[in-house]
């Protein structure tokens, strides 16, 4: 065996072992990867149909077609301190008794809840933020004219 092949063997046994390593994710773990909270699929998809009730889809993709609900969890991961996590995971695993129901019926638990309920107040924030921040608002909703905009000389101004 010469030195060229035993690289050569070297680096696609190396890069197996990468591709192997990446496909092997845990399938209780959020989709996205998390520094500071630990959050499982089911939390996740909870998550997805409170957002979804705050902003539901109509003629325009609701929060979660617009992936909203991997917004607020990245959000609440890397911007909040430690409080406001730990109060966002126990508002989240109360919200679990909602899984499987229907939009209607998360929007009613959702009105329900205190007014001053930190895990409510938080989810709408990061929601709204992440909606008016999304690629489909940008591109479709805002109009955008770069100053300084039309010039319209034949504007009659009246005194």
Do not use: W
Not at 115 to 141: C, H, P, W
């Amino acid at each position: 065996m010469n030195r060229r092949t035993a690289i050569q063997q070297l680096f696609i046994i190396a890069g197996g072992m990468m591709i192997a390593s990446s496909c092997s994710s845990d399938r209780n773990k959020a989709s996205i990867e998390l520094a500071n909270i630990d959050v499982s699929a089911e939390e996740e998809d909870v998550l997805g149909n409170v957002v979804e009730a705050i902003i539901p889809k109509t003629d325009s993709p609701g929060a979660r077609e617009l992936n909203l609900h991997l917004f607020v969890l990245k959000m609440v991961d890397d911007c909040h301190g430690p409080e406001d996590q730990k109060r966002f995971l126990d508002g989240l695993k109360n919200a679990k008794s909602q899984k499987g129901k229907t939009t209607s019926e998360i929007q009613e638990y959702l009105k329900n809840l205190p007014a001053d309920d930190s895990f409510l107040s938080l989810v709408k924030k990061r929601t709204i933020q992440g909606y008016l921040n999304s690629e489909y608002v940008m591109k479709n909703k805002l109009i955008y004219e770069l100053v300084p905009a039309r010039y319209n000389g034949a504007l009659k101004i009246e005194a």
